[in-house]
Nanobody, 122 residues
């Protein structure tokens, strides 16, 4: 599966962005999809995940601000990010997992997109 993340950019604190993750080669509708992020000098960290049924999981740091969703007709997964903070600055990656729960563990994800940069200034 080739995953393509897009939608990143440079914004001010408090602004919103919506990231998209599309795929070529197969349908994502039966997969658990996750978003991770990695800031300079830090480890990759879990952001959010969604399983085929639509159940979701979030990191505590983004709960109430970020929403993960999927549009199976468009074969796309989204990450709506509201009330962005400077500490949200990172490269955001989408990834695909065969787990049937919204795993927060990066090693449960097999296919990764190339990442999209999100920069939030104060």
């Amino acid at each position: 599966v080739q995953l393509q993340a897009s939608g990143g950019g440079s914004v001010q604190a408090g602004d919103s962005l919506r990231l998209s993750c599309g795929a070529s080669g197969r349908s994502l509708s039966r997969d658990t999809m996750g978003w991770f992020r990695q800031a300079p000098g830090k480890e990759r960290e879990f952001v959010a995940a969604i399983i085929p049924s639509g159940d979701t999981g979030y990191a505590d740091s983004v709960k109430g601000r970020f929403t993960i969703s999927r549009d199976n007709a468009k074969n796309t997964v989204y990450l709506q990010m509201n009330s962005l903070k400077p500490e949200d600055t990172a490269v955001y990656y989408c990834a695909q997992s065969q787990r049937f729960y919204p795993s927060p563990l990066w090693h449960d994800y097999m296919d990764w997109g190339q990442g999209t940069q999100v920069t939030v200034s104060s």
